[in-house]
């Protein structure tokens, strides 16, 4: 069994009207809730093998709150994850070595969760449990999707994984709210 972990980066600053896109840093809030989602994973010992992340500053700001790694991942900033469709990070993920068991991307939306809708399924959507049909409303900011992967990585595509958790920082703490 593989693991797939769908981050979407935290929230963003748009103080600066004058900063591009790419370069726009996480707000106070976003720092919240990824030092939020750091706690949360650590606590639930999800660590991936493998760290995919966009080169935008807000993706790299919310790898940023996982430092010190207890196990240091390998970690590759990829260009062809900024602002990516779901087929995109499909792409990407297909040229996953199949030695790797774990893997963490961090994105953007809406590509990330069309992403997770894909894995997921329309079948699965169907016959909706009640994680699945909270991850089909929205994605926030700093969320958190786990899947577990039966097949390759080469194999992922609509229907092959099967939604294990849907985290969101509001789950985890008051303060912290999207």
């Known amino acids: 069994m593989r693991q797939l972990m769908l981050l979407r980066h935290a929230k963003s600053s748009w ?9 726009r840093p996480l707000s106070e809030r976003g720092r919240e809730a990824a030092a ?3 706690a949360a994973m650590r606590e639930r010992g999800l660590v991936p093998d493998l760290v995919l ?3 935008a500053q807000r993706t790299l700001e919310t790898l940023a709150a996982f430092e010190p790694w207890e196990e240091t ?3 590759e900033r990829m260009d062809e994850l900024y602002l990516a469709t779901a087929p995109q990070m499909l792409q990407v993920l297909h040229g996953v070595p199949e030695t790797v068991r774990s893997v963490l991307l ?3 939306n809406p590509g990330i969760h069309d992403l997770a809708l894909t894995l997921i399924g329309a079948g699965a959507m169907a016959s909706s449990t009640p994680e699945n049909r909270r991850l089909a409303e929205r994605f926030p900011t700093a969320a ?4 577990s992967i039966a097949g390759s990585w ?6 092959s994984g099967r939604l294990v958790r849907f985290l969101c920082p509001r789950d985890l703490t008051e303060k912290v709210s999207n």
């Open 36 to 38: 939020a989602m750091t």
């Open 144 to 147: 958190l999707a786990e899947f």
């Open 53 to 55: 992340v966009s080169p």
């Open 154 to 159: 080469k194999r992922l595509g609509e229907g």
């Open 106 to 108: 961090i994105g953007h």
């Open 73 to 75: 991942p390998l970690i």
């Open 15 to 23: 103080d600066d009207k004058k900063v591009s896109d790419a370069r």
